[in-house]
Antibody, heavy 121, light 107 residues
Framework: QVQLQESGPGLVKPSETLSLTCTVSGASVSSSSYYWGWIRQPPGKGLEWIGYIYYNGSTYYNPSLKSRVTISLDTSKNQFSLRLSSVTAADTAVYYC?????????????WGQGTLVTVSS | DIQMTQSPSSLSASVGDRVTITCRASQGISHYLAWFQQKPGKAPKALIYAASSLQSGVPSKFSGSGSGTDFTLTISSLQPEDFATYHCQQYNTYPITFGQGTRLEMK
């Protein structure tokens, strides 16, 4: 059974870059059967898809964040990462990493427990 | 972007009740829809994928239906552990989008 665990700073200053890592166990980020991605949820609000990456490095980003987002894979550590630049208070949210099946309709998503990132000086 | 609108936004029900939550897409998404359950402080948990397929391990009291623009999640015989927030998600078209959530509360 796959497990995903987010890690990274819980506090980021405005205008700086938010960096999070997701460590995967029970599955390989090199698998062609899944996308590896990020979703966020501002306090008291709904879910927003940030983007995901495929094993071959192909990335798919939400256009609303595309200019600031980078998702990357580290196959040697079985991890993937999120970088979000030029953050503001509006980027304060719980960030979840997730695994999505390929094709998307073939099964369900698996989620990490989430990590709260606060943007504040 | 495809807008996903859930109704109602909140719902009060009693243990043993049967409830239905609706999700409407702003344009057709075939059957590319999922439902998630989220409890306070926890990650979303997958219930349904491809509009009506039950995720392994999820009780059969959860069922999904619909295609095109209109979808429903039905929960039969509510139990205390079912009171949570439910989200729909479309993955027919990028960007993937979610509904605003439906909070199911105990009456």
């Amino acid at each position: 059974q796959v497990q995903l665990q987010e890690s990274g700073p819980g506090l980021v200053k405005p205008s700086e870059t938010l960096s999070l890592t997701c460590t995967v166990s029970g599955a390989s980020v090199s698998s062609s059967s899944y996308y590896w991605g990020w979703i966020r949820q501002p306090p008291g609000k709904g879910l927003e898809w940030i983007g995901y990456i495929y094993y071959n490095g192909s990335t798919y980003y939400n256009p609303s964040l595309k200019s600031r987002v980078t998702i990357s894979l580290d196959t040697s550590k079985n991890q993937f990462s999120l970088r979000l630049s030029s953050v503001t208070a509006a980027d304060t949210a719980v960030y979840y990493c997730a695994r999505a099946p390929v094709p998307l309709y073939s099964s369900s998503w698996s989620w990490g427990q989430g990590t709260l990132v606060t943007v504040s000086s | 972007d495809i807008q996903m609108t859930q109704s109602p936004s909140s719902l009060s029900a009693s243990v043993g009740d049967r409830v239905t939550i609706t999700c409407r897409a702003s344009q057709g998404i075939s059957h590319y829809l999922a439902w998630f359950q989220q409890k306070p402080g926890k990650a979303p948990k997958a219930l349904i994928y491809a509009a009506s397929s039950l995720q392994s391990g999820v009780p059969s009291k959860f069922s999904g239906s619909g295609s095109g623009t209109d979808f429903t999640l039905t929960i039969s015989s509510l139990q205390p552990e079912d009171f949570a927030t439910y989200h729909c998600q479309q993955y027919n078209t990028y960007p993937i989008t979610f509904g605003q959530g439906t909070r199911l509360e105990m009456k």
